[in-house]
């Protein structure tokens, strides 16, 4: 199958600071790129769904300004947490479509955050 | 509403025997997809099968098979002859809209545990 990689997928932080994770689409040009936040024995809830060259959609409840997304080309897509909290301490895990038949996702390996 | 039930938080298996993983959707789109993802403890999310809502057959990928019933809105994950390496947690997803479009909505999730 198609092959999404995150990076990084551990990243240990100080409050205050900002975090940027990468999501690339390494064999499929990812039209479409979706950000899930997954808390501990929950289900991914999504952040936002950016289109390549386009603003990212951003969920009912989810801050743009704290979560900024860009998705500058097909292959890639990054999620930077500005000024992250201990309460942003999450797993966070990207996923790609290719517009494949099926419509299937791909995702990336997933990135722990946890901001001390 | 919730738009993907799974009731099960967890179920328990032996070795060698199948089990099934229930998941119940909600949309008025005619047009959808329902896929079934593993996530190990490790994390990342695995794509195991997907049925499309125009599919008349029931889809199958090796072990598993997901048991469509479109008027009772039900796509259950028959897993069979179960093995240990199947014990993770298991998520139910429906993906709505048009390509394009798309928006991918997870169930809850149930905790599968094959025991030896």
């Known amino acids: 199958g198609a092959v999404v990689s995150q990076h990084p997928s551990w990243v240990i932080c100080k409050s205050g600071t900002s975090v940027k994770i990468e999501c690339r689409s390494l064999d499929f040009q990812a039209t479409t790129m979706f950000w899930y936040r997954q808390f501990p024995k929950q289900s991914l809830m999504l952040m936002a769904t950016s289109n390549e060259g386009s603003k990212a959609t951003y969920e009912q409840g989810v801050e743009k300004d704290k979560f900024l997304i860009n998705h500058a080309s097909l292959t890639l897509s990054t999620l930077t947490v500005t000024s992250a909290h201990p309460e942003d301490s999450s797993f966070y895990i990207c996923s790609a479509s290719g517009g494949f038949n099926t419509g299937e996702l791909f995702f990336g390996e997933g990135s722990r955050l946890t901001v001390l | 509403a919730q738009k993907i039930t799974q009731t099960q938080p967890g179920m328990f298996v032996q070795e060698k025997e199948a089990v099934t993983l229930d998941c119940t959707y909600d949309t008025s789109d005619p047009s959808y997809g329902l896929f079934w993802y593993k996530q190990p403890s490790s994390g990342e999310m695995i794509f195991l099968i997907y049925q499309g809502s125009y599919d008349q057959q029931n889809a199958t990928e090796g072990r598993y098979s997901l048991n469509f019933q479109k008027a009772r809105k039900s796509a259950n994950l028959v897993i069979s002859a179960s093995q240990l390496g199947d014990s993770a947690m298991y998520f139910c997803?429906?993906?709505?809209?048009?390509?394009?479009?798309?928006?991918?909505?997870f169930g809850t999730g149930t905790r599968l545990k094959v025991l030896a």
């Open positions: 997803a429906m993906r709505e809209g048009f390509s394009g479009t798309y928006k991918y909505i």
